[in-house]
């Protein structure tokens, strides 16, 4: 796990890489790769690597050249199949001075140039220079689990980096809202496609590459998951003989390491099979590692240690308070570059750096849900599809107007109106309604009434669904579950793998996710339906694989996820988050959203309506402005600061006022001016919390 960046001018611009630039852009990405730096300059072309030093801890330094230096690469991930590559590669003459995997790549692009990532079984973002041809080419993996982000200058100027804070580092563009994507954001927690909340920011698509050429960009897919099903059908023991198999091999080549390595145990069913697994290929005990919260809801600790124990693991737990749940937020919003779409983010970042203590590498159980239909919506979404379009064939509209009428009137606060305006008695039966609207945090519907008049002038005509919806109606898949888990492997599972990502790197520690070995993927999207979802079980073929390796309490458990109380915690003592992200003047001032709406909706939520979601985005995409379209102070500071007002606001305002003021003043004048809004006004009437004085 590393950190790559680069930048790229055209021969006209007769530009020279500044040196210092590069290596701004380059140390940005500092905990990316704490072990080593790099960089390669020549001409208008400049390359920079972080190293997390993983595989030949002593030969891999990187960036790396070909044996006649025509040839750069700088490379982040691994490559599991590297030695099975090797020996045809020497074979044809190529010599290596490495046992790198990194290698490896150079190799192959002599030989295939862009088609050598079809070759590649991994996890990887890397870029190569070829002085030859004169080209760069940015390459991704499959399922896109290793991040790179670009930016096209209007004079052709090409920058990239694994994260989108080195592009600002490098001055390659203002920071500015891309009011575009703000639509997508809104809906489904983070943005869907190639575009992010940065105005001329793109990220490079999973299964793409990108190839620049004296200032123009060619992007080309190279790799996309079929669901179409076989001709003859196997019989369920083959198909879960199989699975298990392949489920093995993805597991034993993920172990490649020259440091120690652990896993992420939840004590559910997708991190607890990595772990029988893992188990029955080391000879040493299995590190473990879990998080979790003390309330009791968002628990799941007992179930990792009945994992632990009937595995015997090395086994490390950590409880994270919501005092330092906040107090670490506006810091893992600079991690991630865009707002934080999963309060899970978070205890990842805390186990990780419980991990980081033990190991260099962690496998982690994302992807199956996915791969296998883990999330209940997919069970609803099929029911209320079914059961709705047989409602509006048998009831008469009269009587269905009258239901939904009835529901409407239920109080505001009541569970079971929350339920029943999710079914099929309240919403048309089409996946707009039934499944998209039905699983977003701002709806389409919602969405006129979130946003200002200016701020819906310049969206445009916003379609927020219309990438996923993309993805859905081209897969090549006959079922409607497959349709939707193709339209999520493409989005959802994306983001989860940049919380992955950004969280683990912000601990220096790299992150290995079994279930998406692109072969295994390919094999359960080919899978029929049933062998994923039978009745009300999912995962079903990941059930029988491990019957027998699992505890029965495992395999049988309901799903929780990774629940985080933070719907209670900001209707009680950490009510003074939501007025200084959501309610204050600076925020209002911004006048991306209609005031009135948001403040109904806190009202609302601090009266027992659930709007704990809602909350989330609104708070998180304030911090990341502040942060980043502000320019406010680092995001140390502001973690300090926050802790202070946090802590103390509360329980003691006139004291926050203090604290928080006073180590305003003790910040260098550019950063206390850009940390005004931190400073605390005590004593408000009525109301003990932080507010803005700005």
């Given amino acids: 796990m590393c950190g790559i960046c680069g930048i790229a001018a055209p021969k006209k611009l007769q530009r020279a890489i500044d040196e210092r630039r590069l290596v701004a852009m380059r140390d940005a990405l500092t905990h990316r790769g704490p072990d080593e730096a790099g960089s390669f300059i020549e001409g208008g072309i400049g390359l920079g690597h972080r190293r997390l030093s993983i595989v030949d801890l002593s030969g891999g330094k990187q960036p790396m050249s070909n044996e006649d230096g025509s040839i750069h690469i700088v490379f982040n991930g691994e490559i599991y199949n590297h030695k099975d590559l090797r020996p045809g590669l020497e ?24 088609q050598a990532v079809e070759d590649l079984r991994g996890m990887f973002a890397f870029a190569i220079w070829d002085a030859n041809q004169q080209r760069l080419l940015l390459a991704r993996d499959r399922l896109g689990i290793k991040p790179v982000y670009y930016h096209l200058s209007d004079d052709g100027v090409l920058y990239f980096a694994s994260e989108i804070k080195a592009l600002i580092t490098a001055n390659a563009l203002r920071p500015e809202l891309n009011y575009a994507a703000l639509g997508d954001y809104a809906a489904n927690r983070y943005t869907s496609g190639a575009e992010t909340l940065f105005r001329g920011v793109k990220r ?7 190839m620049w050429n004296d200032g123009r960009i060619t ?6 998951v079929s669901f179409a099903k076989a001709a003859e059908e196997l019989s369920e023991a083959e198909y879960i003989a199989q699975f298990r198999e392949l489920f093995d091999e993805a597991v034993r080549l993920r172990l490649m390491a020259d440091v120690p390595l652990g896993m992420f145990l939840s004590g559910g069913i997708d991190s607890s099979a990595i772990v029988a697994s893992m188990s029955r290929m080391v000879r040493e005990p299995v590190k473990t590692f ?6 009791r809801d968002a628990n799941e600790l007992a179930y990792a240690r009945t994992v632990a124990e009937a595995f015997k693991t090395d086994h490390h737990e950590i409880v994270v308070s919501p005092e330092q749940f906040f107090d670490a937020l506006p810091t893992m919003v600079y991690q991630e570059d865009e707002p934080i779409a999963h309060p899970s983010s978070l205890p990842l970042y805390f186990v990780s750096q419980l991990a980081s203590q033990h190991v260099k590498v962690v496998l982690t159980g994302e992807g199956s849900d996915e791969l296998l239909a883990g999330y209940g919506k997919y069970r609803t979404t099929l029911m209320n599809l079914a059961l709705g379009r047989a409602y509006q064939q048998i009831a008469p509209q009269a009587l269905r107007s009258l239901i939904k009428r009835r529901i409407e009137v239920m109080a505001d606060a009541s569970p079971l109106k929350s339920k029943l305006r999710r079914t099929f008695l309240n919403l048309a039966p089409n996946l707009e309604e039934i499944y998209f609207d039905n699983f ?8 006129p009434s979130l946003f200002s008049e200016a701020s819906r002038e310049r969206m445009q005509e916003s379609q927020p669904y219309q990438t996923s919806l993309d993805y859905l109606n081209g897969a090549d898949a006959e079922a409607m579950l497959d349709k939707l888990l193709a339209a999520d492997l493409k989005t959802y599972l994306h983001e989860l793998l940049m919380k992955q990502d950004q969280m683990s790197m912000a601990a220096s520690i790299e992150s290995r996710v079994p279930f998406l070995d692109h072969k295994l993927v390919e094999f359960a999207a080919r899978l029929p339906v049933r062998m994923k979802l039978r009745g009300l079980t999912t995962k079903y073929i990941l059930r029988q694989a491990m019957r027998d390796r699992l505890p029965k309490a495992i395999l049988t458990r309901k799903k929780m996820g990774f629940p985080v109380p933070v719907g209670a915690w900001l209707r009680g003592p950490f009510r003074h988050i939501v007025e200084e992200y959501v309610l ?18 806190v009202t609302r939520h601090i009266n027992g309506e ?3 979601e809602r909350l989330w985005a609104l708070i998180n995409f304030e911090i990341w402005q502040r942060r980043f379209l ?3 102070a680092n995001s140390k500071d502001l973690g300090q600061l926050h802790q202070m007002t946090s802590r103390l606001a509360v329980a003691a305002p006139k004291a926050a006022a203090v604290a928080a003021n006073n180590a305003l003043e003790s910040l260098p004048s550019r950063q206390r001016e850009e940390s005004r809004p931190y400073k605390v006004a005590a004593g408000v009437a009525g109301n003990d919390k932080v507010v803005d004085a700005g």
């Fill in 91 to 114: 074979e044809r003459g190529h010599r290596y001075a490495t046992v790198s995997d990194t290698e490896t790549i150079v190799h192959l692009y002599e030989e295939r140039g862009a």
């Fill in 204 to 210: 490079l698509l999973p299964g793409h590459t990108l």
């Fill in 219 to 224: 992007i080309e897919q190279y790799w996309d």
């Fill in 290 to 295: 879990s998080v979790a919260f003390a309330e």
């Fill in 440 to 447: 977003s945090v701002f709806s389409r519907t919602m969405q």
């Fill in 584 to 601: 204050s003047e600076r925020t209002r001032a911004r006048g991306i959203f209609n005031a009135d709406y948001v403040q109904s909706l």
């Fill in 610 to 612: 659930k709007h704990d």
């Fill in 630 to 632: 502000d320019g406010e």
